[in-house]
Structures are given as C-alpha cells and as structure tokens.
C-alpha cells in the first residue's frame, strides 16, 4: 500500500480507502418494496436484479412455497414436486473513477478528488460485501488504468491502490495538458465491455460532457444500471460579493474579480446552467445522477442519496 494516512483532504491514500471499508456496510443499491408479481417472490428492486438459474426439481417439502410446484411433473409423477431456482451471482460492477486535474479543487473539507476517490471506495466495498465481482476504470489527463472485476478483497485494494497513485499525483503545478475528452474515451472503453447486466458507477464531475457523453450514457442504460455521481464543490454555487481569486487549471491561471458584478453573474450562471444540464439528464435518460459534494462528509450523504434515489425510481 502506498502513503500515509491523514493527507488532510488534499490527497487520499490507499491505506485511508481501505480504512473506509467499515462504512460501507450501510449503504445500499437495492432499495427493495412490497412486489405485486405473483411468481416474483415478495419484494422488487428499485435496480435490475439478478436472475434466476433452474437448479433441481424436489419432493414437495412442508413449508415450501406451492406457487413453485411444477404441475406437469406432479401430474406425471402423481406426487408433488417443486422446481428449485438458485439466484445468479454473476453482476459485475464497474467504478469510473476521475482524477484529472479538473477534480483538483476543493473549498471546503476536501479536493473532489478526493471526494471521488472516498465514494468510489465506498460503492467498491458495498459491491463486494454483496457478492458481487467488482472492478473499474481510473483516469486523469495522463491515460487511463484499469481493474478486471472480481470478487475478492484484492481486487478492491488494488482498485484503491490505483485511485491512490492518480490522487497523489495531482498537485498545483500540473503542467501538463488537460483531457476533457477522456471522460467520454473511458465511457467507449466501458461500453465496449459492459454489454448488459453491470452495475456501472460514474464518479466525476463531468468536465467535457457533451452531446457523446449522453449518447453513450444513454446506451449503456439500456442492458446494465447506470448510476452517476456528479461530484462538486459549492464553492461556485455560493460566491462571495467581494474580494478576487486567483484560479488555476494545469499551468493555467486566472483572477475573477468577484467585486465586479457583471464577472460574479456570469460565473454564477455557468455554475447554475452547467449544473442544471447535468442534473436534467436523470430525467432524459432514466438514470440517478446523484449530486455528491466535496464539502460535506461522502458516507453519510452517499448513503442518503442512495436512498433517495431508489424511492424516486418507485414512484414511477
């Protein structure tokens, strides 16, 4: 494992995503409800769930379930006899996790990067916990690295380990060039793989999105769950009425001069416009976009949003 812990929000190592495994244990991506399907057993998920595999046919036992007697078999056999179904386990997860330079700001608490790395964990270690094979995807401006799904404790820790390596290598000096395409090469690379039943977790604040980026979030919605988790800072979304700042992007710098009115508006309406775009396509396509910032805790809002994410989809 690399680095130390307490980086103070600024970086994250792999020893502090590993720690976070303790408060996974609550969250959930399987909000489930009373079903009214009579052979679907009694509770649906707000998810797609798993299937089910024929396993055996059996002697009818005292407390089994009549609905799952197979009528023709007893008829045959002129004694009662069940088919027996064994859940499929085969779900792979796969975690889009961004650390280019553009998730290296932070007001409050943390950097997004940051926030990134702890909510990607976080689902990572959930994934696991419920039997899931689990894996994913970690960029910045550099190229992008990846993990093969599996289902064991490894594969989460070296998941973190490569979160770890991107994360501690953002600093404000960066003097390379900005991606803001990679968001949508990671998506190919993802929807070349993920042809139906994954669970796929993007976790960005989604600098370059465009009219791709919908496209393909749009197509892998369609045979796998698709859940998004829009990282911010609510630094721009509540601006002081004075005083400048100095921003920067890579070897880029700029002053906002907050004083001036005119400058404060139009940051302000970008903020708003960009964040609003964002959160519409929820509606559009069908899938959570859930709104993370890196000021507040992640597991606690994690767990919340989750929450609220899976009554929405019920109360459709």
Not at 278 to 299: F, I, K, Y
């Amino acid at each position: 494992m690399s680095g130390a812990a307490g980086t103070g929000g600024v970086h994250v190592t792999t020893n502090e995503l590993v720690a976070l495994e303790g408060r996974a244990r609550d969250l959930s991506f399987v909000q489930k409800a009373r079903s009214h399907q009579q052979l679907a057993g009694r509770m649906q998920s707000s998810l797609r769930g798993r299937g089910l595999i024929f396993e055996e046919l059996r002697e009818y036992l005292p407390g089994d379930d009549i609905r799952s007697i197979d009528w023709r078999v007893t008829a045959r056999t002129t004694r009662p006899v069940v088919r027996v179904y064994a859940e499929e386990k085969e779900r792979p997860a796969l975690i889009l996790v961004d650390q280019r330079i553009n998730m290296f700001f932070g007001s409050r608490r943390s950097m997004k990067s940051v926030a990134a790395a702890e909510a990607a964990m976080l689902c990572a270690w959930r994934i696991l916990g419920s039997g899931d094979r689990v894996g994913g995807f970690v960029f910045d401006d550099e190229g992008i690295s990846e993990v093969k799904p599996h289902r064991s404790r490894n594969a989460v820790i070296a998941l973190a380990n490569r979160i770890s390596e991107k994360n501690l290598a953002l600093n404000a000096a960066y003097a390379g060039t900005p991606a803001p395409g990679r968001l949508d090469e990671v998506l190919h690379r993802v929807s070349a793989v993920a042809h139906h039943d994954h669970l796929i977790v993007v976790v960005s604040d989604f600098d370059g999105h465009g009219a791709v980026t919908r496209d393909i979030l749009l197509q892998m919605s369609g045979g796998n769950d698709v859940i998004c988790l829009l990282v911010y800072d609510p630094f721009l979304l509540e601006l002081p009425k004075s005083g400048d700042i100095v921003v920067s992007k890579g070897g880029l710098q700029a002053e906002l001069l907050l004083a001036h009115g005119p400058m404060r508006d139009a940051v302000d309406r970008f903020a708003r416009d960009r964040g609003r775009e964002l959160m519409s396509w929820q509606r559009e396509l069908g899938l959570p976009m859930l709104p993370v910032s890196a000021a507040e805790e992640t597991a606690p809002q994690l767990r919340r949003l989750l929450e609220q994410s899976a009554w929405r989809q019920r109360r459709r």
